[in-house]
């Protein structure tokens, strides 16, 4: 009998349990090599377990998986139900991970939302003297103008000054010495005005015989994008609408647009012709009826846009096509007796100093006395604009979006929002308008609407206050839709806040009236994106802010910032703490549950997604398109922006995806397969290639953007 333990030990390891391990020598390697890793992690399995039953035995160890189970305050949205049990799901690797623990500079103070005040972004500019103002002193008498169009613009228009490039640039175009001229002013201050009004009031006083759209085009004005084209279009219209010049017909041929309408426009007669540069070419080419003979001024408004955008070789065939048409005949006229050029731009640099060169002979240099130059010969921003960064940590990027737009909506009545493609603005504007909630679950989101007029751009934003308006606008919106979201956020003045999420279609030259706050969730991709987009706010004189979200190695980009174009940029007090403290706590003295409800909040949504098969696929194409946007950022930042600086699974997290990386990344891939499942890769491709086309598509996507059509 004593025996018998010792026989038991050799029946658990005899060699009969070990005989499979003896054949497996004539198996391949991989396959022993394989054998061995499951041996050994089996082994590992074994031990691990014996290590939990004895220390459970004497009660010294607690189960840790219990004790990093996450609170769930709502049971209908249980977060740790597999996803293999959600509706019309396979069983798949999803995962939870918490946003309040992970690095360890991730560091989080219960006690940052005792003053709710401090947290909120308020104007402190306030208190400066705004540089883009009308000027209190002069009013536009004194600047030359027309007495009876001075009265239109204070009547209707509610425009009583002069601005400062008003003021600068008035007297100089209205000069009979029709010199070209460079308009530099900062974004926000009337450049539109500037060059309009010299044309509007020389184009009057021509004899009355001419005073009808067929006399001929007497101004062509190209801006790089189509909504400020029509912009342009629409002031036009307004400063025409007086009884001295309303004959005067302006033409918007912008691409979207039937070309078939915009011939019959032409046909019936235009003075002013307004478009961007694509679908002028065009129909400079095509359209017979298009005469511009007789065009007295040139106007390119946004010229470093132009430039940055590829359009260098459109302008410089569109300007020698109109020089060698031009037969200007009545020279004894108010209007002036050859071709003036003028190249407006809120910045100046390289790019736009050699169009000026190319464009422009013995111009005259317009620019306002209040704004100020960097080295770099960039503007600066607005003074009265208050410029704020936070450093939030990707996974916490979503809930600090959404605690901000709680936290400001009461307050701030226009939002806009940029991001860095079409993808994550359709994301982010589903994701705020769902409603997630038990009775309403089977919502669907669809992922492709069935036609042009099912799509959405505008909806109460449910999960944001449900007070609140979102709209959307990008390049791969149609044409119309995307006017008429800029109509309907510029016009909308009821009690509620009205959030726009936006590419930079909406960053250069549009005037959206009395926008409060610019969120740039996405940093610009250049430091003068960065000014045109904060331009959205602070304009003619109004207060305004602006704030930028940043990942925590993207931190020097705002010493880049500072030295290049002097950004007064402060730090928004207590991080992203004391965002989500503002955003998620209930009143201003119960404050320490703010964590709780940021971690629901992300949670119903990851769920919500999960359940959701349109809306998990929109969330997937959102994550990719931010990858692979974050890889086109100018070569001289990429030590601030860089690819493998970035946690892909963080990123994940905060498009409210449970997905490992590499599995989202390889979702809706198309490429064929081999027999037996395994991907055909067929030729690599070398790092130089790659690089090209990922270039080669930004761009692409940029004139989508901002194009033509």
């Not at 600066?380 to 208050?386: M, S």
């Not at 206050?465 to 119309?480: A, E, F, I, T």
């Not at 706050?517 to 602070?538: C, E, K, M, N, W």
């Not at 931190?555 to 174009?565: D, R």
Request: contains cysteine; charged residues 25%; positive net charge.
């Amino acid at each position: 009998m004593a025996d018998e333990p010792l026989l038991l030990n050799f029946v658990v390891d005899n060699a009969q349990s070990r005989k499979p391990e003896a054949l497996k020598s004539s198996r391949r390697w991989t396959d022993r090599a394989r054998d061995r890793k499951r041996q050994k992690r089996n082994s590992n399995e074994s031990s691990k377990s014996t290590v939990k039953r004895n220390s459970g035995t004497n009660g010294a160890s607690t189960d840790y998986k219990n004790s990093q189970k996450e609170k769930v305050i709502n049971p209908v949205f249980d977060p740790r139900k597999p996803a293999h049990e959600l509706k019309g799901n396979k069983r798949d690797n999803t995962f939870v991970t918490s946003l309040f623990t992970g690095d360890d500079s991730e560091h989080f103070s219960q006690d940052v939302g005792q003053n709710l005040e401090d947290n909120q972004i308020s104007n402190i500019g306030t208190t400066k003297e705004a540089s883009n103002a009308p000027i209190k002193t002069t009013n536009f008498a004194g600047v030359q103008l027309d007495t009876q169009l001075a009265d239109h613009l204070n009547n209707k228009m509610n425009i009583s000054a002069p601005t400062a490039i008003q003021s600068c640039c008035l007297p100089a175009l209205l000069n009979t010495d029709d010199k070209d001229a460079f308009i530099e002013a900062q974004t926000g201050s009337g450049k539109t005005l500037a060059y309009l009004l010299p044309i509007v009031q020389r184009l009057i006083r021509l004899p009355k015989n001419l005073h009808t759209r067929t006399s001929g085009i007497y101004a062509v004005i190209m801006a790089p994008t189509r909504e400020l084209c029509q912009q342009i279009y629409n002031v036009a219209n307004k400063l025409n609408n007086n009884p001295l010049s309303h004959w005067i017909v302006s033409c918007n041929v912008i691409g979207g647009e039937k070309k078939k309408s915009e011939k019959a426009r032409i046909r019936k007669g235009v003075n002013i012709l307004i478009g961007t540069p694509g679908r002028l070419a065009d129909h400079l080419e095509n359209t017979e009826a298009l005469d511009v003979s007789q065009v007295r001024w040139v106007v390119l408004d946004e010229g470093d846009r132009l430039m940055d955008m590829g359009f260098e070789e459109t302008l410089t065939k569109i300007l020698s096509y109109l020089e060698s048409q031009s037969s200007i005949i009545k020279k004894d006229l108010s209007i002036p007796s050859r071709k003036v050029t003028m190249l407006c731009s809120a910045t100046m640099k390289d790019t736009v100093k050699r169009l000026s060169d190319s464009a422009l002979k013995d111009a005259l240099y317009l620019k306002s006395s209040i704004v100020e130059e960097t080295n770099d010969g960039y503007s600066q921003a607005p003074e009265q604009l208050l410029q704020r960064y936070v450093v939030v940590p990707p996974k916490l990027r979503l809930v600090s979006l959404v605690a901000l737009l709680r936290s400001h909506v009461r307050s701030y009545k226009k939002i806009i929002i940029f991001l860095s493609c079409s993808d994550s603005v359709d994301f982010h504007f589903e994701a705020f308008r769902c409603a997630i909630n038990a009775d309403e679950m089977e919502e669907a989101v669809k992922e492709k609407p069935d036609s042009e007029g099912d799509i959405i751009s505008n909806a109460p934003a449910l999960r944001i206050d449900g007070k609140s308006n979102v709209y959307r606008l990008h390049g791969s919106l149609s044409q119309q839709i995307r006017t008429s979201t800029l109509n309907l956020f510029s016009s909308s003045e009821d009690s509620g806040s009205h959030i726009l999420l936006c590419t930079d279609v909406a960053a250069r030259g549009l005037d959206l009236p009395n926008v409060d706050l610019v969120v740039q969730y996405d940093a610009p991709f250049s430091t003068d994106d960065y000014l045109h987009r904060i331009g959205r706010t602070a304009r003619a004189g109004h207060n305004g802010a602006a704030i930028m979200f940043l990942l925590p190695k993207e931190s020097e980009y705002i010493n880049l910032l500072k030295s290049s174009v002097s950004a007064n940029i402060l730090e928004q007090p207590n991080g992203p703490s004391g965002l989500l403290s503002a955003g998620f706590s209930q009143g201003k003295t119960n404050t320490n549950d703010w964590q709780d409800r940021a971690t629901e909040w992300q949670l119903e949504l990851e769920r919500f997604i999960l359940e959701n098969e349109p809306m998990r696929n929109i969330a997937k194409r959102a994550f990719t398109s931010y990858v692979r946007a974050y890889a086109t950022h100018l070569s001289s930042e990429r030590s601030i922006f860089n690819m493998r600086d970035l946690h892909l699974g963080h990123i994940a997290k905060s498009f409210a995806l449970r997905e490992a990386p590499g599995k989202i990344s390889g979702a809706n891939s198309s490429k064929p397969r081999k027999q037996g499942g395994s991907v055909d890769k067929g030729k690599s491709k070398s790092s130089k290639d790659i690089a090209a086309l990922m270039h080669r598509k930004a761009m692409e996507h940029y004139s989508t953007e901002h194009n033509i059509g």
